[in-house]
């Protein structure tokens, strides 16, 4: 098992930027895939990125397809989510998740979670 503290949520204006970081502890995190989900205000829990446990692929939710980009680190068992051209819509708790098998967009497919850090955007 890995724990996950999720880091780097604020308060941005839109079409700023801001960048999420998840450490993780536990020393088999190169062999977990590692997603984003975020879950806005009233309402579900949502896909945002997920990355294979190498790092070598990657897919996104089409609403932050080509402004947001998943990535990690294994060496310093981190992963990122770098946001760009932020929007309100996209103002939610930010969660990083791992699992042990192939990359999923279905939040219960993953086993571990972290505490969530808040992201606001405002316009």
């Known amino acids: 098992q890995v724990q996950l503290v999720e880091s780097g949520g604020g308060l941005v204006q839109a079409g700023g930027s801001l960048r999420l970081s998840c450490v993780a502890s536990g020393r088999s995190f190169s062999s977990y895939t590692m997603a984003w989900f975020r879950q806005p205000p009233g309402k579900e829990r949502e896909f945002v990125a997920t990355i294979t446990a190498s790092g070598g692929r990657s897919s996104y939710a089409d609403s932050v397809k080509g402004r947001f980009t998943i990535s990690r680190d294994n060496a310093k068992n981190t992963v990122f989510l770098q946001m760009n051209s932020l929007k309100p819509e996209d103002t939610a708790v930010y969660y990083c998740?791992?699992?042990?098998?192939?990359?999923?967009?279905?939040?219960?497919?993953?086993?571990?979670w972290g505490q969530g850090t808040q992201v606001t955007v405002s316009s």
């Open positions: 998740a791992a699992r042990g098998d192939i990359r999923s967009s279905i939040d219960v497919d993953y086993e571990q």
